[in-house]
């Protein structure tokens, strides 16, 4: 009977025709439906015995899975690197303007125009509270930073924390259609707008962390980290995050957990083992790596350049070389050095000439109160080619003695000549190596009658001098938030002029403001690879100022790479979801070319089943 | 999020306007502020080149300002110290030994003018740039002088200098003969000092036309001389004692030999016996001596007494004579606060090597300090003062032989002295010192105001942006946004859904 099936085909075609305007109707009502992907029917043939006797119909969607791929990679260096070029510049805006004196580097030479400005009139009083102010400006700016930086780690903290969570619902989320899915799979219905939906929660968990996904032969879509942890397979993992609620200098993080003092995200407890993703590096990129590379590194860098310039600056005013006396013992020469006046920090350097290989060696001795605290790590110098050893002061100068000993081997007669001098001796005339030099540097704390020079800054308002402690909690850490000038200065002005007693100085004597000028312009400092200015086996040494510019234009530097690289992805994202959306994004003029199709298509079967109504009639007719 | 976009509208158009957008935005930022980039970031590679320029300008400019403050007080002292040249030269002009014009109330009008003189003097001294004394070393804050009311007549019971002139006016007159012995034993008359001490006359070798008369050189201690007639010596022949004064001055006292007896005129009468005639040399010689001592040893010992009030340098303080007895005083002593007039009040420590110029210094460049510092005691200052106060307080009253002969003595030496002599560091070797600080002050303000110049070239080429150019540049990507919006716009309205 083939009139009837040409009917059943007809009625089919008008059927498929039907949906097809259905889905056009659709495509164009949701074309800029985020996410939303064009949909078309395909058409196969409902085959019976006598052949094809009607049509069915699936709805698919149009996409190319190769670049629904590269814009899943492509998108999670996007989020990392714009959330890296955000905090990028605003430490580079914090840091300095060009065409503006608003930077630390500007209250530093402003300082130094303030003392110039005493060297010139050291009697005058507003010459005198003038650079007072001038270095309260650079205590009060370096703790401001400080605050901001922490500001900024304690947001990155909290947007760590925001993050987790949203990624914890985009991972349910995907859990969720991922069942949906199968069941409306299953009932036989359309499930392309659940994929759709599947497919933009993906792809903003994407912006978070660097994920791959995977569509099963069966629909389900598996979702793991590029580092290869499953985030989604049956079920959907959580992560946790135990963030804290302010981050200050002190709290890093660290692997052991009672060392840490921000926040880590694991996987688990559901998952067994716990797994930290950050100590097992497995987030390497988007928005969650950004905030925490914001939080562990740049930022850490950051505060630590504020740490050692802060450090350098109360060390330029405060620091006293303390000489040695040279001194022999039959063959035997060497260097006294009195280690009484020495606070925990201060170091002990002792330089010699090993004759075997002709190379001069620099052994760096840092007094420590604390013997928890050693052994010393060879970073607590900025000199990265130099033997650092902690020297515990607590048993007195014999225990010193005995310690020094051990840390500089045989080759070396270490004793005491009585109080708390230290002797080092070479090894006469075996020869194998020459004391060059042995010196250390003391903190000055007293205001007057001490020195030239004066303990300008102290750690704290009201608070102790800056000797570089060691010990527990170590005073550098957050020294830029603590810095503060000396009250005795700020109370007593005349103190920047006056620096002796007997006799009184004049007040039109510029001793002293001359030393500090001096100071501040001349006195360099080392600065070692925490600072991020310089590279791991190398170390910068640069004036107080120096550095302040050097902090300036490094941020800059950052900035610009992070701002580029920002807009060379952008430019990439851009490229790859344009030619995606090529394919996948809903193309008006072709759905309304579609619609003409099916109008004709539409007539077309109509008049067959007309001409076929009119075939069965004549039929009956003859 | 995906963006919403008009449907049939293609995404890169969105993100090109939006990127010709921001631009547009960030070169009208620029022509209004003039800046290149709102952060160092934006600066690129001439980054580390504008904050060092920075740097750079920053010192400049505090240098800058160190010398504006310097070159100020330079300048006033410069004046200061011409004004005193000029108070020196009027003074000197009108010292005038032959003009011996006592007024009523007993000082003369060369006296007021040198009181005049040295008030002026003092408050020079003591004149101030914005409350800073100039002339105090590195005692600023204080005037560095005493008050002339305080300096010649003392407060509250320390000794002024008219005090310490009187005493050592006494020491060196002793008795009236500028303490010097005159006696003839027999043929011999002998002139001897009375002791061993600082005080009045001292012997030096005389010559002598006498004949028959052995005239020794002074000898022993305290040093004496004589002389010895063996017969008597002719009319006309003299005996000029030298006679060595406390300032270190020297003065002669001439006798000649005669047929009458006139002291007054230095002349002793040729006696019936050698022995007559050496009573009559030593009468003469005595009176002679006495006169000089009142007048040549006067103002002798007055200059010497200035020199021993007001010359405190290196922190040495004022001499007076220890006493009282003051006529028989054998030594000097140091005045203590307590019991004398320190006049000058500033730092008065051992000089920096050099002068007290080194007590001040700024610095004006790397590496270049001008010094300027000045102490009231320094010579230049004190010489002058010392000539003021001597003739201000010379007791001219008496208006007799004696007062004259003092006037003149004073005016013939003051008038000299303010001259400047050799030897003496003079107003104009301080002036000179002060005008080469100020060159140099001048050349490195100079040096700064070109190198400023230069580095905000440098600087706005770095950080600034050229108007011409970003004028261009915004017209040009005004032109491209109206095309893409045309554009876009054709493309946004060519749809199929318009031709159905």
Same mark, same amino acid.
């Not at chain 1, 998952?271 to 100590?279: C, E, G, H, S, Y």
């Given at each position: 009977?083939?009139?009837?099936?040409?009917?059943?085909?007809?009625?089919?075609?008008?059927?498929?025709?039907?949906?097809?305007?259905?889905?056009?109707?659709?495509?164009?009502?949701?074309? #800029?439906?985020?996410?939303?992907?064009?949909?078309?029917?395909?058409?196969?043939?409902?085959?019976?015995?006598?052949?094809?006797?009607?049509?069915?119909?699936?709805?698919?969607?149009?996409?190319?899975?190769?670049?629904?791929?590269?814009?899943?990679?492509?998108?999670?260096?996007?989020?990392?690197?714009?959330?890296?070029?955000?905090?990028?510049?605003?430490?580079?805006?914090?840091?300095?303007?060009?065409?503006?004196?608003?930077?630390?580097?500007?209250?530093?030479?402003?300082?130094?125009?303030?003392?110039?400005?005493?060297?010139?009139?050291?009697?005058?009083?507003?010459?005198?509270?003038? *650079?007072?102010?001038?270095?309260?400006?650079?205590?009060?700016?370096?703790?401001?930073?400080?605050?901001?930086?922490?500001?900024?780690?304690?947001?990155?903290?909290?947007?760590?924390?925001?993050?987790?969570?949203?990624?914890?619902?985009?991972?349910?989320?995907?859990?969720?259609?991922?069942?949906?899915?199968?069941?409306?799979?299953?009932?036989?219905?359309?499930?392309?707008?659940?994929?759709?939906?599947?497919?933009?929660?993906?792809?903003?968990? *994407?912006?978070?962390?660097?994920?791959?996904?995977?569509?099963?032969?069966?629909?389900?879509?598996?979702?793991?980290?590029?580092?290869?942890?499953?985030?989604?397979?049956?079920?959907?993992?959580?992560?946790?995050?135990?963030?804290?609620?302010?981050?200050?200098?002190?709290?890093?993080?660290?692997?052991?957990?009672?060392?840490?003092?921000?926040?880590?995200?694991?996987?688990?407890?559901?998952?067994?083992?716990?797994?930290?993703?950050?100590?097992?590096?497995?987030?390497?990129?988007?928005?969650?790596?950004?905030?925490?590379?914001?939080?562990?590194?740049?930022?850490?860098?950051?505060?630590?350049?504020?740490?050692?310039?802060?450090?350098?600056?109360?060390?330029?005013?405060?620091?006293?070389?303390?000489?040695?006396?040279?001194?022999?013992?039959?063959?035997?020469?060497?260097?006294?050095?009195?280690?009484?006046?020495?606070?925990?920090?201060?170091?002990?350097?002792?330089?010699?000439?090993?004759?075997?290989?002709?190379?001069?060696?620099?052994?760096?001795?840092?007094?420590?109160?604390?013997?928890?605290?050693?052994?010393?790590?060879?970073?607590?110098?900025?000199?990265?080619?130099?033997?650092?050893?902690?020297?515990?002061?607590?048993?007195?100068?014999?225990?010193?003695?005995?310690?020094?000993?051990?840390?500089?081997?045989?080759?070396?007669?270490?004793?005491?000549?009585?109080?708390?001098?230290?002797?080092?001796?070479?090894?006469?005339?075996?020869?194998?190596?020459?004391?060059? #030099?042995?010196?250390?540097?003391?903190?000055?704390?007293?205001?007057?009658?001490?020195?030239?020079?004066?303990?300008?800054?102290?750690?704290?308002?009201?608070?102790?001098?800056?000797?570089?402690?060691?010990?527990?909690?170590?005073?550098?850490?957050?020294?830029?938030?603590?810095?503060?000038?000396?009250?005795?200065?700020?109370?007593?002005?005349?103190?920047?002029?006056?620096?002796?007693?007997?006799?009184?100085?004049?007040?039109?004597?510029?001793?002293?403001?001359?030393?500090?000028?001096?100071?501040?312009?001349?006195?360099?400092?080392?600065?070692?690879?925490?600072?991020?200015?310089?590279?791991? #086996?190398?170390?910068?040494?640069?004036?107080?100022?120096?550095?302040?510019?050097?902090?300036?234009?490094?941020?800059?530097?950052?900035?610009?790479?992070?701002? #580029?690289?920002?807009?060379?992805?952008?430019?990439?994202?851009?490229?790859?979801?344009?030619?995606?959306?090529?394919?996948?994004?809903?193309?008006?003029?072709?759905?309304?070319?579609?619609?003409?199709?099916?109008?004709?298509?539409?007539?077309?079967?109509?008049?067959?089943?007309?001409?076929?109504?009119?075939?069965?009639?004549?039929?009956?007719?003859? | 999020?995906?963006?919403?976009?008009?449907?049939?509208?293609?995404?890169?158009?969105?993100?090109?306007?939006?990127?010709?957008?921001?631009?547009?935005?960030?070169?009208?930022?620029?022509?209004?502020?003039?800046?290149?980039?709102?952060?160092?970031?934006?600066?690129?590679?001439?980054?580390?080149?504008?904050?060092?320029?920075?740097?750079?300008?920053?010192?400049?400019?505090?240098?800058?300002?160190?010398?504006?403050?310097?070159?100020?007080?330079?300048?006033?002292?410069?004046?200061?110290?011409?004004?005193?040249?000029?108070?020196?030269?009027?003074?000197?002009?009108?010292?005038?030994?032959?003009?011996?014009?006592?007024?009523?109330?007993?000082?003369?009008?060369?006296?007021?003018?040198?009181?005049?003189?040295?008030?002026?003097?003092?408050?020079?001294?003591?004149?101030?740039?914005?409350?800073?004394?100039?002339?105090?070393?590195?005692?600023?804050?204080?005037?560095? +002088?005493?008050?002339?009311?305080?300096?010649?007549?003392?407060?509250?019971?320390?000794?002024?200098?008219?005090?310490?002139?009187?005493?050592?006016?006494?020491?060196?007159?002793?008795?009236?003969?500028?303490?010097?012995?005159?006696?003839?034993?027999?043929?011999?008359?002998?002139?001897?000092?009375?002791?061993?001490?600082?005080?009045?006359?001292?012997?030096?070798?005389?010559?002598?036309?006498?004949?028959?008369?052995?005239?020794?050189?002074?000898?022993?201690?305290?040093?004496?001389?004589?002389?010895?007639?063996?017969?008597?010596?002719?009319?006309?022949?003299?005996?000029?004692?030298?006679?060595?004064?406390?300032?270190?001055?020297?003065?002669?006292?001439?006798?000649?030999?005669?047929?009458?007896?006139?002291?007054?005129?230095?002349?002793?009468?040729?006696?019936?016996?050698?022995?007559?005639?050496?009573?009559?040399?030593?009468?003469?010689?005595?009176?002679?001596?006495?006169?000089?001592?009142?007048?040549?040893?006067?103002?002798?010992?007055? +200059?010497?007494?200035?020199?021993?009030?007001?010359?405190?340098?290196?922190?040495?303080?004022?001499?007076?004579?220890?006493?009282?007895?003051?006529?028989?005083?054998?030594?000097?002593?140091?005045?203590?606060?307590?019991?004398?007039?320190?006049?000058?009040?500033?730092?008065?420590?051992?000089?920096?090597?050099?002068?007290?110029?080194?007590?001040?210094? %700024?610095?004006?460049?790397?590496?270049?300090?001008?010094?300027?510092?000045?102490?009231?005691?320094?010579?230049?200052?004190?010489?002058?003062?010392?000539?003021?106060?001597?003739?201000?307080?010379?007791?001219?009253?008496?208006?007799?032989?004696?007062?004259?002969?003092?006037?003149?003595?004073?005016?013939?030496?003051?008038?000299?002295?303010?001259?400047?002599?050799?030897?003496?560091?003079?107003?104009? %070797? +301080?002036?000179?010192?002060?005008?080469?600080?100020?060159?140099?002050?001048?050349?490195?303000?100079?040096?700064?105001?070109?190198?400023?110049?230069?580095?905000?070239?440098?600087?706005?080429?770095?950080?600034?942006?050229?108007?011409?150019?970003?004028?261009?540049?915004?017209?040009?990507?005004?032109?491209?946004?109206?095309?893409?919006?045309?554009?876009?716009?054709?493309?946004?309205?060519?749809?199929?859904?318009?031709?159905?």
């Amino acid at each position: 009977m083939a009139i009837s099936t040409a009917i059943s085909i007809a009625v089919a075609g008008l059927g498929m025709t039907q949906r097809q305007t259905d889905i056009v109707a659709q495509n164009v009502a949701r074309a #800029s439906q985020p996410g939303y992907t064009a949909k078309e029917l395909s058409i196969a043939d409902y085959v019976g015995r006598s052949g094809t006797i009607g049509l069915k119909g699936t709805v698919q969607r149009q996409i190319d899975v190769e670049l629904q791929r590269q814009v899943l990679q492509a998108t999670p260096t996007t989020g990392y690197s714009e959330v890296r070029a955000r905090f990028a510049q605003r430490l580079d805006e914090m840091m300095g303007i060009p065409g503006s004196s608003n930077s630390l580097a500007s209250d530093i030479s402003a300082f130094t125009t303030s003392l110039q400005e005493l060297s010139t009139s050291p009697d005058g009083v507003t010459a005198r509270i003038k *650079a007072v102010s001038g270095a309260q400006k650079i205590a009060t700016r370096l703790n401001q930073l400080t605050a901001d930086v922490q500001a900024m780690r304690t947001e990155a903290e909290q947007a760590i924390g925001d993050g987790v969570a949203r990624v914890n619902e985009l991972l349910r989320n995907i859990a969720r259609l991922n069942d949906q899915v199968a069941s409306t799979k299953a009932s036989g219905q359309d499930p392309t707008s659940l994929e759709d939906a599947r497919d933009l929660s993906v792809k903003e968990l *994407a912006t978070w962390v660097d994920v791959q996904a995977r569509e099963n032969s069966d629909g389900q879509m598996s979702v793991f980290t590029s580092g290869g942890v499953t985030l989604v397979g049956a079920t959907a993992v959580q992560f946790e995050f135990d963030g804290v609620g302010t981050v200050s200098a002190g709290d890093t993080w660290s692997e052991t957990y009672s060392e840490r003092g921000v926040g880590t995200i694991t996987i688990g407890p559901s998952v067994a083992p716990t797994v930290d993703l950050i100590a097992s590096k497995l987030i390497r990129s988007g928005k969650l790596a950004a905030y925490v590379e914001a939080r562990d590194q740049m930022l850490v860098t950051a505060q630590n350049q504020l740490d050692a310039l802060a450090g350098a600056l109360a060390d330029a005013f405060s620091g006293i070389d303390v000489a040695s006396t040279a001194t022999a013992s039959g063959a035997q020469t060497g260097f006294d050095l009195d280690v009484g006046g020495l606070a925990a920090g201060n170091p002990i350097k002792l330089v010699y000439k090993d004759n075997a290989t002709g190379e001069t060696k620099t052994v760096t001795m840092i007094k420590v109160d604390d013997a928890s605290t050693l052994p010393l790590p060879a970073s607590a110098t900025a000199d990265p080619d130099d033997v650092v050893v902690g020297i515990d002061f607590t048993g007195g100068i014999g225990s010193v003695v005995l310690q020094v000993q051990a840390a500089l081997g045989a080759n070396f007669t270490v004793g005491t000549p009585g109080g708390a001098t230290l002797q080092i001796l070479d090894d006469g005339a075996t020869n194998a190596v020459d004391i060059v #030099s042995l010196g250390a540097r003391a903190t000055l704390t007293a205001t007057i009658d001490g020195d030239k020079s004066l303990p300008l800054f102290t750690d704290g308002t009201g608070g102790g001098p800056y000797t570089g402690r060691l010990d527990e909690p170590a005073q550098r850490t957050g020294f830029a938030g603590r810095i503060a000038v000396n009250t005795a200065v700020v109370d007593d002005p005349s103190l920047l002029v006056r620096w002796q007693t007997s006799p009184a100085t004049a007040p039109g004597d510029a001793t002293r403001p001359n030393e500090l000028l001096s100071r501040l312009r001349n006195a360099r400092t080392e600065y070692g690879a925490e600072t991020g200015i310089v590279t791991p #086996s190398t170390s910068l040494t640069a004036t107080v100022q120096g550095f302040a510019d050097s902090v300036i234009s490094y941020w800059g530097m950052v900035s610009e790479d992070a701002q #580029s690289a920002k807009a060379t992805q952008d430019v990439l994202q851009n490229n790859i979801e344009a030619r995606f959306g090529e394919v996948s994004a809903v193309n008006v003029d072709a759905e309304m070319a579609r619609l003409i199709q099916l109008q004709t298509a539409y007539s077309a079967n109509a008049r067959i089943l007309q001409v076929a109504r009119e075939m069965l009639d004549s039929l009956m007719r003859s | 999020m995906n963006i919403n976009r008009p449907i049939g509208y293609p995404s890169s158009v969105i993100s090109q306007l939006t990127g010709m957008r921001r631009d547009m935005e960030d070169l009208s930022r620029q022509l209004g502020t003039g800046l290149k980039a709102t952060s160092y970031g934006g600066l690129g590679a001439g980054r580390s080149l504008a904050i060092s320029f920075r740097s750079k300008l920053e010192t400049t400019q505090t240098y800058q300002q160190s010398i504006d403050v310097v070159a100020l007080r330079l300048k006033s002292t410069t004046q200061t110290l011409t004004h005193m040249q000029s108070v020196v030269d009027e003074t000197r002009k009108s010292f005038d030994p032959n003009r011996f014009d006592l007024l009523a109330d007993g000082v003369t009008g060369q006296q007021k003018t040198a009181v005049s003189a040295m008030v002026e003097f003092l408050g020079l001294l003591d004149s101030e740039v914005a409350g800073r004394y100039s002339f105090g070393g590195r005692e600023t804050n204080e005037a560095p +002088v005493e008050s002339y009311e305080h300096i010649m007549n003392g407060d509250a019971g320390r000794a002024g200098f008219r005090q310490i002139l009187d005493e050592r006016r006494q020491a060196d007159l002793g008795t009236g003969t500028g303490r010097l012995t005159v006696g003839a034993a027999g043929p011999v008359a002998t002139i001897a000092e009375d002791g061993t001490h600082p005080f009045g006359f001292k012997l030096q070798p005389a010559q002598s036309t006498l004949s028959n008369a052995t005239v020794t050189a002074p000898s022993g201690s305290p040093p004496s001389m004589s002389v010895t007639f063996s017969a008597q010596p002719k009319a006309g022949e003299s005996l000029t004692v030298t006679l060595d004064m406390p300032d270190g001055t020297r003065t002669t006292v001439k006798v000649v030999a005669g047929d009458t007896q006139d002291p007054a005129k230095g002349l002793f009468q040729i006696g019936a016996t050698p022995d007559d005639t050496a009573a009559n040399l030593v009468a003469t010689l005595s009176d002679r001596i006495g006169f000089a001592a009142e007048t040549e040893l006067t103002a002798a010992s007055a +200059v010497a007494a200035s020199g021993n009030f007001f010359d405190t340098r290196n922190g040495q303080p004022p001499q007076r004579v220890a006493g009282p007895p003051f006529a028989s005083a054998t030594a000097m002593t140091a005045g203590t606060t307590t019991d004398t007039v320190f006049w000058y009040k500033g730092e008065n420590t051992a000089m920096p090597t050099g002068s007290p110029r080194g007590d001040v210094q %700024a610095m004006v460049d790397t590496n270049v300090s001008v010094s300027y510092g000045m102490r009231a005691n320094e010579e230049a200052f004190t010489w002058n003062i010392r000539q003021f106060a001597v003739m201000a307080t010379a007791d001219l009253s008496a208006g007799d032989a004696a007062a004259k002969g003092l006037h003149q003595s004073l005016a013939i030496k003051l008038k000299g002295n303010l001259a400047s002599p050799e030897g003496k560091q003079s107003l104009t %070797a +301080v002036h000179m010192e002060i005008a080469l600080a100020q060159t140099a002050t001048e050349q490195a303000k100079e040096r700064h105001t070109q190198s400023a110049g230069t580095l905000k070239g440098y600087l706005s080429d770095l950080e600034g942006v050229d108007d011409n150019e970003v004028s261009v540049q915004l017209l040009a990507l005004q032109t491209n946004m109206q095309a893409t919006y045309q554009a876009s716009s054709m493309l946004f309205k060519m749809s199929l859904t318009n031709f159905l």
